[in-house]
């Protein structure tokens, strides 16, 4: 079986613009939730979606936004990018909503900004 | 609130040499824990969880970890280093009412040869 996807592998956007990161989950899972990992450090939540509604929010700029598409798939958007959104970016998928389910990861989408 | 704290942000090790990587939560009950590994340029692979049935853990590739209440620590420990080990360790534990992980701020696990 699959694992979770995601694209682009790496991307090169300049401050100002916007992106959009894409996740396909695991087939069957319902539950997308998205994280931050910054250079040197642990993954940051910033969203979670779970049947097409975000059910949970991180602490993160109005600039972050997502959603969920009716086969689960989902969207990570960012507007008017700053340097310091230079990341990687991941997708984990799970059955169900709750904290207590297994996360499965994809390999992330590496977002540079210059 | 939930949190995680690994001791050492760097681990150096021989090879055939017993791992220990180092983690203490804080949580106001006995919480789900897991161990997550990344290695360069790849996703987060689950190592082990735990999810308050044995305190004593075993995951895959020869790790395992114990957990223990009084201690608040959840190590992770393996008892011959391999070079396929070399990544970086995360300690996780899931944010009580919500539906995030918390994550550690990492271990990198060196191996030498």
């Known amino acids: 079986d699959a694992g979770v996807t995601q694209s682009p592998t790496h991307l090169i956007k300049t401050r100002g613009q916007h992106v959009t990161l894409r996740c396909s989950p695991i087939s069957g899972h319902k539950s997308v939730s998205w994280y931050q990992q910054v250079l040197g450090q642990g993954p940051q939540f910033i969203f979670q979606y779970y049947e097409k509604e975000e059910r949970g929010r991180g602490n993160f700029p109005d600039r972050f936004s997502a959603r969920q598409f009716p086969n689960y798939s989902s969207e990570l958007n960012v507007n008017a990018l700053l340097l310091g959104d230079s990341a990687l970016y991941l997708c984990?998928?799970?059955?169900?909503?709750?904290?207590?389910?297994?996360?499965?990861f994809g390999p992330g989408t590496r977002l540079t900004v210059t | 609130a939930q949190s995680v704290t690994q001791l050492g942000s760097h681990v150096s090790v021989s090879e055939g040499t017993p791992v220990l990587l180092r983690c203490n939560y804080s949580s106001s009950y006995s919480p789900s824990l897991f161990w997550y590994v990344q290695h360069p340029n790849k996703g987060l692979q689950l190592l082990l969880k735990y999810t308050s049935a044995a305190t004593l853990v075993k995951g895959i590739n020869g790790f395992e970890a114990e957990f223990k209440k009084s201690e608040t620590s959840f190590h992770l420990t393996k008892p011959s280093a391999h070079m396929s080990d070399a990544a970086e360790y995360f300690c996780v534990v899931p944010g009580v009412g919500t539906y995030k992980y918390i994550f550690g701020t990492g271990t990198r696990l060196k191996v030498l040869a």
């Open positions: 984990a998928s799970s059955l169900d909503r709750g904290s207590s389910y297994e996360q499965y």
